[in-house]
């Protein structure tokens, strides 16, 4: 099935070529599975009228989360924050979780306590049930991985695909405030590290490193589309940055998209905290991760209804050059916007 004779490095394929290379070697058999790899759920037959949804995500220490400025109840919230989003990301409603733990003797009772806490909030907040999951020993720091399982009317669910040229793009909230407030979290490990008697002083960045550490998956958004009555023709979440998502969008829709970097929503204390880390503050807009916001094509018909919707906002349109992202700066000059992002230190 694989013929690789010689070793190919993984950093060859890249995560995204990596799962593409993969799929190719399995399909679906059951006629209850809808759609399989490629979206931010599977999708699911459940009734004549509902889809059902599944998403997985896992969090590693070290790679994900630093035990030395993450609360364990903030990142139990996060995990459960990451996982329900990628049922919003299909206008669905999650419903149950599944959680796998890797633990090792280094946490006591205490500590998994805290961890659960913050899981607990989030199941109160986002309405779901933590149904489960599977226990075990790690040699390697914390393993969290959690499973979602969530519903959707089969007429308002929105895949990636859909986006059709001259469709708005729209995104919830505001970009790159979750990618500052882990700058200053490692500043801050850094100086605690040389200076240990020294306390941080974080509150003049609470929202930033509260995006950071105790992300919110935006059910509201959800709502609110439903309230107005748009089903977007797109959509995904932003857990990779922007510029990284509209390069899936632009993939599977052969689209390609217009970006007007005066309209990008970025925090003020966003665009503060990246001048002085003499960062551009649009490139950390749109290459910051973990934002969890909403990203999604919107039919031109549709503008009345959204305009004036706070949380969202238009930040360009879809045009028909297939694969070509671009940036319209301020100044009005055009940049290809790169899948992998600018490097983020680029002013
Ligand atoms: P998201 O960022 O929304 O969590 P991902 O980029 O992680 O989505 O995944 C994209 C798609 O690839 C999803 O359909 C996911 O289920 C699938 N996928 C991710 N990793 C694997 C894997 N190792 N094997 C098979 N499918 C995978
Ligand atoms: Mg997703």
Redesign the pocket.
């Known amino acids: 099935m694989f013929e690789n004779a010689d070793r190919t490095e993984l950093s060859e394929l890249g995560?995204?070529g990596?799962?593409e290379h993969?799929?190719q070697h399995f399909g679906t058999k059951n006629q209850h599975s809808i759609k399989?790899?490629?979206?931010?759920?599977?999708v699911i037959e459940r009734s004549e009228t509902t889809f059902g949804l599944i998403?997985?995500?896992v969090f590693l220490e070290g790679v994900h989360f630093d035990l030395a400025y993450h609360p364990l109840k903030h990142l139990g919230y996060k995990l459960v924050s990451a996982v329900v989003s990628?049922v919003y990301?299909m206008n669905g409603k999650p419903e149950q979780i599944q959680i796998a733990l890797g633990l090792s003797n280094r946490f006591g009772l205490e500590a998994i306590e805290e961890l659960y806490a913050g899981i607990i909030i989030a199941c109160d907040k986002y309405k779901v049930d933590l149904v489960g999951g599977d226990t075990s020993t790690s040699r390697s720091g914390l393993v969290v991985s959690m499973s979602v399982y969530g519903v959707v009317n089969k007429d308002l669910i929105t895949y990636r695909t859909g986006a059709k040229p001259m469709d708005l793009l729209v995104v919830s909230g505001d970009l790159g405030g979750a990618y500052m407030g882990l700058q200053i979290l490692e500043r801050e490990k850094r100086v605690f590290m040389e200076v240990p008697n020294m306390q941080p002083d974080l509150e003049q960045y609470d929202y930033i490193v509260g995006r950071q550490l105790r992300a919110e998956a935006r059910f509201d958004v959800i709502d609110i589309l439903e309230e107005i009555g748009v089903k977007p023709t797109s959509m995904?979440?932003v857990?990779?940055g922007v510029a990284s998502e509209i390069f899936h969008l632009a993939k599977v829709n052969q689209v390609g998209f217009d970006i007007f970097e005066d309209k990008l929503p970025i925090d003020p204390q966003t665009v503060e905290t990246a001048i002085s880390f003499d960062l551009n503050p649009s490139i950390v807009a749109l290459n910051g991760g973990e934002d969890y916001e909403l990203l999604m094509t919107i039919d031109q018909g549709d503008f009345e209804k959204i305009k004036n919707i706070p949380d969202l906002t238009i930040i360009g349109y879809v045009t028909e050059a297939a694969l070509k992202n671009q940036l319209i700066t301020k100044s009005g000059n055009t940049f290809d916007i790169k899948a992998q992002g600018w490097p983020i230190s680029q002013k």
């Open positions: 995560e995204f990596l799962i993969l799929a399989g790899v490629g979206d931010d759920c599977a998403s997985t995500e990628d990301a995904m979440d857990s990779d």
